[in-house]
């Protein structure tokens, strides 16, 4: 039998066999995460069976599972764009009451991230580089880039990364579901897509804005630029009158897809200790940002004039997209949840970058 010769893809060699599989790995647990009816299960179900192939070292046609890491880049501006087509002047003024949550960020991302650093530090034995970058609330990406660069333990820190973002849109729609008597999110069948349908001009706009964004984003060095340059770039589309329209939902669950292949692969190599290491560390990180969550929407709902559902959900530290669905389901304002997770990733990435000095010392 003769072998596929390796395709080249984004800088690197990969067997189109293994691709090909895990890409339909990927797809098959989208879909029964999907009819299960989990929380974002485009990106659950990628994640949990990739990861678990990766995990055990399943072998395709004598290749591990494997996906072009880079794709991503190419798909998370979606998602920025996505968020930002839900700006309308209507946010401008609520911004005036808003900024005691926005000003308690400054608090909550120092709080979160110190904390999770003892805990990872005294509790795991974690080096200081792992524990630093394992310990930033947002920016996920940025994490694992500024990680890798900085001598972190890679393995751990994506699986803490990671375990941190699934834990979190597993907790806390669970939570609300139990306050609220049913389903929210995404396994309440709401979509993250908004506006009026989409056109050829439209697309020729939004693809503008995500391009652009993220190119801007990268040159005046913007935290997180991959999602928060579009967020900004579409959000001053949309409130400039030029597009009222939104990607379609088929699109944000492709990137979903996508970015769920790339973390799913990540977890070759890893053993049962760290593991198991990486699940306890994270159910005392999460119950500590949870937690203080939760204190910080009893002390600020008042002030804001927001419910306490939607201040916990503007600082949870899980993802943009999905805290932003149980919004919707919850009839809480979307864009006030997604502007203080957008706002949570730049402070959470900047926080990070000014505590790096500190590591080698």
Request: net charge positive; proline share 6%.
């Amino acid at each position: 039998m003769i072998h596929p010769r390796p395709i080249h893809l984004l800088g690197k060699d990969y067997d189109p066999i293994a691709l090909a599989a895990t890409t339909l790995i990927g797809l098959a647990g989208a879909l029964l995460a999907l009819w299960i009816g989990t929380p974002l299960p485009w990106l659950f179900g990628p994640v949990v069976v990739v990861g678990l192939a990766a995990f055990f070292g399943l072998k395709i046609d004598g290749e591990p599972v494997q996906f072009p890491v880079r794709a991503r880049y190419f798909f998370v501006p979606i998602i920025g764009v996505a968020i930002g087509a839900s700006m309308t002047p209507d946010v401008l003024r609520d911004l005036s009451r808003w900024w005691p949550s926005l000003a308690a960020l400054l608090v909550f991302v120092p709080l979160a991230h110190i904390g999770g650093y003892v805990i990872f530090r005294r509790v795991g034995g974690l080096d200081r580089q792992t524990a630093w970058f394992s310990s930033m609330p947002g920016g996920l990406i940025e994490a694992l880039a500024m990680g890798e660069q900085h001598g972190a333990d890679m393995r751990m820190l994506n699986l803490l990364q990671f375990l941190r973002l699934i834990v979190c849109i597993l907790i806390v729609p669970t939570a609300f579901m139990l306050l609220k008597g049913g389903a929210v999110g995404s396994a309440s069948g709401v979509r993250l897509e908004a506006g009026a349908p989409l056109t050829i001009a439209d697309a020729f706009i939004l693809i503008g804005a995500g391009v652009s964004g993220l190119l801007l984003g990268r040159k005046i060095g913007l935290p997180a630029a991959l999602i928060t340059g579009p967020i900004l770039m579409s959000g001053a589309a949309h409130l400039a009158g030029l597009t009222a329209a939104a990607p379609p939902a088929w699109m944000v669950s492709m990137t979903q897809l996508v970015v769920g292949l790339t973390l799913g692969i990540r977890f070759a190599g890893l053993d049962r200790r760290e593991v198991g290491l990486g699940v306890m560390l994270t159910a005392m990180t999460v119950t500590l940002t949870l937690g203080l969550a939760v204190l910080f929407g009893i002390i600020l709902s008042g002030l804001v004039a927001e419910r306490i559902e939607a201040v916990v959900l503007a600082f949870a530290p899980g993802g943009v997209v999905e805290m932003s669905l149980i919004a919707i389901s919850l009839e809480i304002s979307v864009i006030y949840v997604a502007l203080h997770h957008v706002a949570r990733i730049l402070l959470a990435v900047t926080f990070g970058k000014m505590g790096v000095a500190r590591l080698s010392e």
